[in-house]
C-alpha cells in the first residue's frame, strides 16, 4: 500500500530551486520555526493535500519534455521535505524509472535511514544553513545547528553534490565574523560546488498576519546591496561559486 503524502503546493516551472526548469514540490510541514520564514503556512503537519506516490508521479510527468531540455528535474522542498521522507523515497524510485533527476531543499534536520534511502536516488542537495554560530541558528531556527552539519558531513562522504543556501538578514545573520567561519568551513567540503546567497525579503509577512503568528521582523529591512556584496566576497575568497542578489 502506498504511503499518502501531505504537499501544500506544486510549481511546474520553477528556475530557482536548482540547475535548469523544475517542477518544485512545495512538501506540508516543518520542525524548524525560521523567523524570516516566508512559508509559514506549511509548518502544519496535518494540512495540505493528499497524494499518493503514483499521483504526484503523474502529475510530474507531463512536464518531463521541459526538465529534459533545460537539464532540469524535480526539486522537493516545503516546510522540510524529508519529515515526509518515506513518500518522497516511493516518489523518488517512480521518478528513477522516468530518467527525471531529484534534487532536495532540506534544512538538514531530519536524520534516519530512510533519509539516507532518499540521498541515494539524489543527484542534487540545496542545503540550508541558516547561520554558522549555534547560538544565532537557534535563535532563528528554534532548533539546533548540529544534525544539519552532520548531514554536511555525510554528504561529502557519498560525494553527493550540495549547493548551500545562506539567507542574509540584517542584525540577524549578517554576524560578518560567523559568515567568514562558515566560509572556512564550507573549503573543506569539495562536493559543495555553489552558495547561493539570498537576501532577507518580507513577502511573507501577511500570511505570518493571517495565521495570526508573531512576526519578529516587521521592522527589519532588507539588506543593502553593500552588505551582500561584502558577504558574497567573503564566500568567494575560499573558491566557491556564489550566486547572489546583488
Known amino acids: 500500500m502506498s504511503t499518502i503524502g501531505r504537499i501544500h503546493s506544486l510549481e511546474s516551472f520553477g528556475t530557482v530551486d536548482g540547475p535548469g526548469i523544475r517542477f518544485v514540490v512545495f512538501m506540508q510541514g516543518c520542525p524548524l520555526r525560521c523567523q524570516f520564514c516566508h512559508n509559514p503556512d506549511t509548518w502544519e503537519v496535518h494540512k495540505g493535500t493528499e497524494y499518493t ?10 512536464y518531463k519534455s521541459y526538465m529534459d531540455f533545460s537539464g532540469g528535474g524535480v526539486t522537493f522542498t516545503g516546510g522540510e521535505p524529508l519529515l515526509q ?9 517512480l521518478l528513477k524509472n522516468e530518467g527525471i533527476s531529484i534534487a532536495i531543499d532540506t534544512s538538514g534536520f531530519i536524520w534516519n535511514d530512510i533519509v539516507k534511502e532518499v540521498l541515494e536516488y539524489t543527484e542534487i542537495v540545496l542545503l540550508d544553513i541558516k547561520n554558522y554560530d549555534p547560538i544565532v541558528y537557534e535563535t532563528v531556527t528554534g532548533v539546533p545547528l548540529a544534525p544539519t552539519l552532520k548531514l554536511l558531513d555525510y554528504l561529502k562522504e557519498k ?3 550540495t549547493w548551500i543556501r545562506y539567507v542574509l538578514v540584517p542584525q540577524l545573520t549578517d554576524n560578518l565574523d560567523s559568515v567568514r567561519e562558515l566560509s572556512a568551513h564550507l573549503d573543506n567540503y569539495p562536493n559543495v560546488t555553489k552558495i547561493e546567497l539570498l537576501g532577507f525579503h518580507k513577502m511573507g509577512e501577511f500570511k505570518w498576519k493571517e495565521l495570526g503568528l508573531d512576526y519578529k521582523l516587521s521592522d527589519t529591512k532588507e539588506p ?3 552588505l551582500l556584496h561584502e558577504v558574497k566576497v567573503i564566500f568567494e575568497n575560499n573558491g566557491k561559486i556564489v550566486s547572489a542578489n546583488v
Open 53 to 62: 506516490p503514483e499521483q504526484l508521479t503523474a502529475e510530474i510527468i507531463k
Open 85 to 93: 521522507a518515506q513518500f518522497i523515497l516511493e516518489v523518488c524510485k
Open 159 to 161: 560525494n553527493i553534490k
Open 224 to 226: 543593502s546591496r553593500e
